[in-house]
């Protein structure tokens, strides 16, 4: 009989007031008792919904029996039948509006914590298994894919597996795209993320880094150089600001910037080179992950009072319920309702204060959701002497600009088919490049639409 509580075997964590000091891994993990009880909550259902909701189409079911009974090689194997990155994925995926939206256990009580099994099984391999496979016989066929990122990086391993010829061109000194330098290591260890990226390695895919595609080499050089098809994974780089008075002043960061030198460049650290403003008073411009993301960063590093700003309410906040809670349980400040109009300076050229402007909650606009609007002579000042906006990005206009007949919409995203293909013939594309900034999970699912496509037109060609 299955595990009939109306709840999830709780995760345990790091104490708040302990990982607030840390960059530490926050969510701890399962043990094999707790994995093994939580996977005996799953109905296994004959019509198996969970796995409508998961964009890669893991055979969630599957996994979760052999889980049941303890077989987390068998367990392991079936989620690599259809995911590159496992243990990224049982981290990051927002499962709680995919896969876990979906379960029926959800009906009355909580959802199988099907993320939470997902990232056991990734770990328990990791420790366990030599797992990593050998390269596959090659069918002589070059693809080029651009960017090292979710996208890229499923493309690339999904093609490999079938024999092709991968070379991925990454512009950072790392590959990982927003794995590496988005998200920070108490969400997602880098430790996890190379060992990934080491499995891709090792099934033959190629990684070039340093290699802006658009300045040292363009897309028309790359299909001199032999390869018969190109995969855009490039993402969306391009931070978005508000245009508001006094957002060039010093101490106003995009969450991007802010990110990178935390994530990346390991600025946290105290012997690292790359220079970070310990700040005394923080504000935090927006709602979504990437803001609960910097704002918990801020805390880290030292920062007294980290307030995140958002237009709308609580009910409309877009982040994941778990990040929003762990940013409350580690002193993170809401001031919802409200939107900055102005940043104001000290003397010298320094952030000194936000000012806002109180918001209320009008009709529905074409997200759906209730629009913000202003209430006059509302206005009042946070103090602060760092501003991070986290507002979202757009893809760089970089690939665009340099390529003919590769075109995008009115906000930067490349144009494809029902087949990933864009504008330019055997040029593909997926992930954030296409649909703008949105989640890893997403991204991966357009990276194997997009391998499958270019897989059907090379041999459809041969």
Request: aromatic share 6%.
């Amino acid at each position: 009989m299955p595990n009939m509580s109306l709840k999830k075997v709780a995760m345990p964590l790091q104490d708040g007031e302990v990982r607030r000091n840390n960059f530490d891994e926050v969510a701890l993990g399962y043990t094999k008792e707790m994995a093994m009880e939580e996977a005996e909550r799953c109905l296994n259902c004959k019509h198996s919904p969970c796995i409508s909701g998961c964009p890669v189409a893991v055979n969630i079911p599957a996994f979760i029996n052999e889980v049941k009974q303890g077989n987390f090689e068998a367990a392991y194997k079936i989620i690599r039948e259809t995911s590159s990155l496992p243990a990224v994925c049982g981290r990051v995926c927002p499962q709680e509006s995919q896969c876990e939206k979906h379960c029926v256990r959800g009906v009355k009580g909580e959802a199988v914590g099907i993320g939470r099994l997902e990232r056991f099984v990734a770990d328990w391999a990791r420790e366990n298994l030599n797992e990593y496979n050998q390269c596959t016989v090659s069918n002589h066929h070059k693809v080029a894919v651009i960017g090292g990122g979710p996208a890229g990086l499923t493309c690339a391993g999904d093609l490999a597996k079938k024999g092709y010829e991968v070379t991925v061109y990454e512009a950072l000194h790392v590959a990982g795209g927003v794995l590496v330098y988005g998200i920070p290591e108490f969400r997602l260890p880098k430790s996890i993320v190379n060992y990934e990226i080491e499995g891709l390695k090792q099934v033959g895919v190629k990684i070039e880094t340093n290699m802006v595609i658009g300045k040292i080499l363009t897309i028309d050089e790359l299909f001199e150089a032999g390869y018969e098809a190109i995969f855009i994974g490039s993402g969306a780089g391009l931070p978005n600001f508000m245009n508001i008075p006094g957002e060039n002043l010093k101490g106003v960061y995009s969450a991007n910037e802010f990110l990178t030198r935390v994530n990346l460049m390991k600025a946290y650290q105290p012997d690292s080179e790359t220079p970070i403003q310990h700040a005394r008073r923080c504000v935090v411009v927006g709602g979504g992950n990437v803001a609960m993301d910097a704002a918990r960063c801020a805390k880290r590093l030292g920062v007294e009072n980290v307030t995140i700003v958002y237009r709308r309410s609580m009910d409309e906040l877009p982040a994941r319920r778990e990040e929003v809670e762990h940013a409350q349980e580690e002193g993170i400040e809401f001031q919802l309702l409200c939107n900055p109009v102005r940043v104001h300076s000290d003397e010298y050229g320094n952030v000194s204060g936000v000012e806002c402007i109180r918001m209320e909650l009008g009709d529905a606009d074409s997200s759906g959701r209730r629009r913000p609007v202003e209430i006059k002579d509302s206005n009042f000042i946070i103090e602060a002497d760092c501003m991070i906006m986290a507002i979202g990005t757009s893809p760089n206009p970089l690939l665009r600009s340099t390529t003919e007949h590769l075109e995008a919409n009115k906000r930067g995203c490349l144009i494809v088919d029902e087949d990933s293909m864009t504008t330019r013939e055997n040029v593909y594309a997926g992930g954030d490049a296409v649909t703008g900034a949105a989640t890893v999970i997403l991204a991966m699912g357009a990276g194997k639409k997009a391998a499958e496509a270019i897989d059907n037109k090379i041999k459809g060609n041969a």
